[in-house]
């Protein structure tokens, strides 16, 4: 996997967001990332997948770990989202199309705070 750029952002969970992570380790394994997606077909949610499934690209940024699996985002959104501290949430509803949660009647949800630094 590429040396991703490292961030000063944080990236925390909920406890809804790490069960519900704990159900998908248990499934598919702990080789887990998370990406930050930037829109088109799932909107703006993190997206969960198996480390073999995702490639992480040279312009995305590793902002954290939450339940010690890697979340990323791309450099561009991540340039426009640096002041902002993100809650990884979990809710009722469907998960992205090619997100782990998806099928588990719960979906990962971002919620950020803005920082000034």
Same mark, same amino acid.
């Given at each position: 996997m590429p040396q991703a750029k490292v961030s000063e952002m944080t990236v925390t969970a909920t406890p809804a967001a790490l069960d519900l992570l704990d159900q998908i380790k248990a499934r598919h394994g702990a080789d887990l990332l998370f990406h930050q997606s930037g829109g088109c077909c799932d909107g703006s949610a993190p997206m969960c997948f198996a480390q073999g499934d995702y490639i992480?690209?040279?312009?995305?940024? /590793?902002?954290?770990?939450?339940g %010690?699996?890697?979340f990323y985002m791309n450099g561009e959104q991540y340039e426009k989202w640096k002041h902002t501290d993100l809650v990884i949430d979990a809710i009722?509803?469907?998960?992205? /199309?090619?997100?782990?949660?998806? %099928?588990?009647d719960w979906r990962f949800l971002t919620r950020s705070d803005v920082c000034i630094r």
């Open positions: 992480v690209g040279d312009y995305d940024v /590793m902002v954290g770990r939450i %010690g699996v890697p009722r509803g469907i998960g992205g /199309m090619f997100s782990l949660d998806n %099928g588990t």
